[in-house]
């Protein structure tokens, strides 16, 4: 049988790919990667980096390659075949990759490669590899060893069922609203849950926790009761408040006290020093200092917001005493009386297609590319591909998959699915391809799909992820695009893009009512811009929370147990409106729970900083027609973006600001200056 998985010409199959592939692709692949590790480790094989990587990144690259297919499947494709399959393999995928991070044969042959025959890129990747070979347990011996290789591949099985009971938890919950209940909800949401009633023949209309679905529901249902129903049902979500199948209980217990014992056997404290070893951030005093400070100069603003809102709840709306699933709404309601225009009014003009030229018309003009589209298999007919040229050369690809659906995680990413890399198998240049994913409601009927302005800063920011891996100049794959950035340092791309989300001359450009195709009238424009920081001090501390909970989660040895504590004593010295005891939002914290964030979740607010102060050169360095610079444009691309993680990241930024990033733009655009 040939196995689409096995297919390395080109693009992946993903329309060929089936759960029965997976066992025979990871049997090929992981037995031709021990045989590449055999070979380059032998006492006769060279210690030389072009040797190594012939050998085993191109074997590991490939397994790599067809993992990342097989995992990409499993977020936006999810079948209960599928996910036995994933499963099955995922034990034998991470028990490779451990083995590979700790053998002490391969760290001998790395040490003693020279590093006067190394490219920068090379020595940059050289000194990363050295590196995470010490944080995989390549120094450790005997029981500690085997001990540490059982934590990986246990870890690896429960934080994937982590995100199974979200997904699952989340899928699970219906409920079948009234019309009288769904009074006040936008009309296209009203119609699309008719739709998805419909289509299962039940009368009434569906409601599910699906963000497209909940959110609409929470700001606008003049229903106080519907709200709580849903929020309640969103709040509790793999707990053990739900459905006992998907409690996420025990597994958190699990996850922390792994880490902690891995920090332990690595010779550290505790997992957030060990987190912060390949970070920008110093230590976890460090992070803690600049989440506090920030939290005392966001806190007045915070406080005036939640102010604001409960005088306004108690004149305007009747309610004295609001309840955690009131504040969505009135902040809403408050939204629409302070700035006289709503969100669902905004969303009529961002009709998905236009906001997507629109998208595409500043990256071709700021970095000097052009966009079309372009052919390669999908899992969905949703899904569109693109091209990036410059100059009519192949820069790289891309997957968009915009719309939310049932078997799709939650949430927003950018993936890649190949890196740029001068193969030293072949000598030829491969170029990046890379997927981006959202999940926005769909178009209805024959109307294009709406996106919120929200959604709008949703897609500029996983395109700026996107521009990061698809940009990069660099040859060398583990440096190239986003590979070897510091993770505090990897949303400064995608941030940075957001800031566009907020200037009239792009804004008129990518919308066109979806009723009339007039764009964005300046008077909208205007009260948007009004209310950009609108409620930007609770949004700030809301950020903080989470970030400060999942610090102190990562440096408690005593966090299994107590990390319902932990959050508590963290809500009462950040957060300014308490939520219900019966809230388990830590239940499907995905990023630091089953994503990359653990102990990582402040990166959001130490690359805001970094991203503000970047946009903030253009700001500076305006056209005479107000326009952007294209030489800051380029500055910026050839600084940051096409360097990737081949130098050290304050390197770049100082490279493209001359400096050090300081906080003052990020006060400044947020309005708390």
Known sequence: MSNPLLDFTGLPLFDQIRPEHVAPAMDVLLAEADQALETVTAPSFAADWQAIARVLDVSTERLGRAWGAISHLNSVADTPELRAAYNEALPRVTEFWTRLGADERLYAKY????????????????????????????????????????????????????????????????????????????????????????????????????????????????????????????????????????????????????????????????????????????????????????????????????????????????????????????????????????????????????????????????????????????????????????????????????????????????????????????????????????????????KPALLTHDDVITLFHEFGHGLHHLLTQVNERDVSGISGVEWDAVELPSQFMENFCWEWDVLRHMTAHVDTGEPLPRALFDKMIAGKNYQSGLGTLRQLEFALFDMELHTRADAPDTFMQVQAAVRAEVALLQPPPFSRTAHTFSHIFAGGYAAGYYSYKWAEVLSADAYAAFEETPLADGSHNPETGRRYRQSILEAGGSRPAMESFKAFRGREPSLEALLRHQGMN
């Not at 990046?432 to 409601?441: G, I, K």
């Open 111 to 446: 040490k003693a490669i020279d590093p006067a025959t190394l490219t920068s890129e090379q020595a940059q990747a050289h000194l990363n590899a050295v590196r995470n070979f010490v944080l995989s347990g390549a120094e450790l011996q005997g029981a500690a060893r085997e001990r540490f290789a059982q934590i990986q591949e246990r870890h690896a099985e429960v934080t994937q069922k982590f995100s199974e009971n979200a997904l699952d938890a989340t899928d699970a919950f219906s409920y079948y609203a009234t019309e009288d209940e769904l009074a006040g909800v936008p009309a296209d949401v009203v119609q699309a849950a008719r739709q998805a009633a419909e289509a299962e023949g039940k009368a009434g209309y569906k409601l599910t926790l699906k963000m497209p679905s909940y959110l609409p529901v929470m700001q606008y249902a003049h229903s106080s009761a519907l709200r709580e129903k849903l929020y309640t049902a969103y709040v509790t979500r793999a707990s053990e408040l739900g459905d006992p199948r998907f409690d996420n209980t025990p597994l958190i217990r699990e996850i922390l006290a792994l880490r902690h014992e891995e920090a332990q056997l690595l010779g550290y404290q505790n997992f957030g020093e060990v987190s912060l070893v390949p970070k920008m951030a110093q230590s976890p005093q460090q992070v803690t200092d600049f989440l506090r400070d920030l939290g005392r100069k966001a806190r007045p603003y915070a406080e005036k917001d939640v102010a604001d809102m409960r005088a306004f709840a108690a004149a305007e709306l009747g309610l004295a005493d609001p309840q955690p699933w009131d504040w969505p709404y009135i902040g809403e309601k408050l939204k629409e009386a302070r700035y006289a225009f709503s969100e669902q009014e905004v969303k009529e003009y961002f009709t998905a297609p236009k906001v997507l030229g629109g998208l595409f018309k500043i990256i071709e003009t700021l970095f000097e590319v052009s966009i079309h589209r372009d052919q390669a298999p999908v899992w969905h007919p949703a899904v569109e591909f693109y091209r990036i040229e410059r100059g009519g050369q192949l820069v790289g690809q891309f997957y968009l998959d915009q719309p939310a659906r049932t078997g799709k995680r939650g949430g927003a990413w950018m993936d890649d699915v190949r890196a740029r890399w001068l193969r030293p198998d072949t000598g030829q240049l491969q170029t990046p391809v890379a997927h981006l994913v959202c999940n926005f409601a769909a178009g209805v009927g024959d």
